[in-house]
């Protein structure tokens, strides 16, 4: 029961994929010009868009005078809303493959950088592991610390 065992949702790609987009609403104006890219996406890609995701539903929801709206509904119950005001053709195509290769879960801050299921007990590297410690509590500039290190003497230095 690792990481990503855990973190799957409903356990999915671990014996068989199940797509995570359940239903896609797409809210826009037959007149309005900030629809214009919506209206294009349905005339153009919207019935193949269909045929190549039979396990989501793609509803059309037409609104006088109102912004258009994308609405993506997930199998674990999440909704995201976005809008589509003056997007074109090509950005709405784009948004709606966002949403249908998405998990639905809500975007979890990383709080470490690495992440396993056997974690080290001598600690996470970072670039200070090795630092000298007079270099956390010396006042800079310092001439000793700013000094060139494993240089070798020149020719006149050693005559």
Same mark, same amino acid.
């Given at each position: 029961?690792?990481?990503?065992?855990?973190?799957?949702? =409903?356990?999915?790609?671990?014996?068989?994929?199940?797509?995570?987009?359940?239903?896609?609403?797409?809210?826009?104006?037959?007149?309005?010009?900030?629809?214009?890219?919506?209206?294009?996406?349905?005339?153009?890609?919207?019935?193949?868009?269909?045929?190549?995701?039979?396990?989501?539903?793609?509803?059309?929801?037409?609104?006088?005078?109102?912004?258009?709206?994308?609405?993506?509904?997930? =199998?674990?119950?999440?909704?995201?809303?976005?809008?589509?005001?003056?997007?074109?053709?090509?950005?709405?195509?784009?948004?709606?493959?966002?949403?249908?290769?998405?998990?639905?879960?809500?975007?979890?801050?990383?709080?470490?950088?690495?992440?396993?299921?056997?974690?080290?007990?001598?600690?996470?590297?970072?670039?200070?592991?090795?630092?000298?410690?007079?270099?956390?509590?010396?006042?800079?500039?310092?001439?000793?610390?700013?000094?060139?290190?494993?240089?070798?003497?020149?020719?006149?230095?050693?005559?």
């Amino acid at each position: 029961s690792g990481w990503i065992t855990a973190n799957a949702p =409903l356990r999915n790609g671990l014996g068989r994929f199940i797509p995570q987009l359940a239903r896609v609403t797409l809210k826009f104006c037959k007149s309005s010009g900030s629809s214009q890219g919506v209206r294009q996406f349905i005339q153009q890609d919207c019935v193949q868009f269909a045929k190549q995701n039979p396990h989501c539903v793609m509803y059309l929801k037409p609104r006088r005078h109102r912004s258009p709206v994308m609405v993506a509904e997930y =199998l674990n119950g999440e909704r995201h809303w976005m809008s589509l005001h003056n997007m074109t053709l090509e950005e709405v195509s784009a948004w709606v493959d966002t949403a249908r290769t998405s998990s639905g879960a809500e975007f979890m801050s990383q709080s470490k950088m690495v992440y396993s299921d056997h974690v080290s007990i001598q600690g996470t590297w970072h670039p200070h592991v090795h630092s000298d410690p007079r270099e956390a509590v010396t006042s800079y500039p310092d001439p000793e610390l700013g000094r060139a290190r494993n240089v070798s003497p020149s020719a006149s230095e050693q005559l």
